[in-house]
């Protein structure tokens, strides 16, 4: 049973949202789907019956949460939907559970364990990558992965062509995190931690081309697995 974050109540008013990218994805790799919706607390009893947590993609965490004066580019904020996050990523690190970050996801585990945010990437990246088109629209482009990572065992690659879709990535890694992949600007891409071998952070979304492109499916087969005991 893997929960997926539900988009905040701001994302699409009167909804909570979710794209079906992410549900059909965990689908094939065998697993059912429970939508948790923001706002919902205690974090552990939230967490209590699933096997696995994905932190899917959307908009900016609020930058007081990492101690930074917004940029002019922040959209999509959503204190509730950060709060949220950010209770549930800290307690399934506590409890061990697998977890895959996506993107924002991505952000937020490193917010989580205290590392902070480049806020526009065009204001410290080089544009050889473009990494998103307009907001919400995804772009491809490559990215290198280290040799040995896990990551690496993960996708069976060691470079991977990726639709991206954030002008945000992280700056200072968060206690015990290390980066594993890069785009071609230096645009760190993805993230682990030895001391917690059951989460993998992508800041590309794997769901978009999951359904064609086997190594990207593979993330959500390693969840799926990890959350079986079988990986």
Sequence with gaps: MIGIVGYGRGSDPGRYALPIAYVEAVRRAGGRVVILPPGDEPAHAILDGLDGLVLPGGGDIEPRRYGQ????EL??????????????????????LPILAICRGLQVLNVALGGDLVQ?????????VSHRAAVGQSVRHRVRVAPGSALAAVCGATSLEVASSHHQGPARLGVGLEAT??????????????????????????????KEDPSQQRLFD?????ARGEW
Excluded: I, K
Aim: glycine share 2%.
């Design 181 to 210: 992949a890069w785009a071609d600007d230096d645009t760190v891409e993805a993230l682990e931690a030895e001391r917690h071998p059951d989460l993998l952070a992508v800041q590309w979304h794997p769901e978009e081309t999951a």
């Design 69 to 72: 004066a917004p940029h002019r």
């Design 222 to 226: 390693w969840l799926v697995r990890r």
């Design 75 to 96: 959209y999509g904020v959503d204190p509730e939907r950060d709060a949220f996050e950010l209770a549930l990523a800290t307690e399934a690190l506590r409890a061990e």
């Design 120 to 128: 526009h990437l065009p204001d410290v990246a080089s544009e050889r």
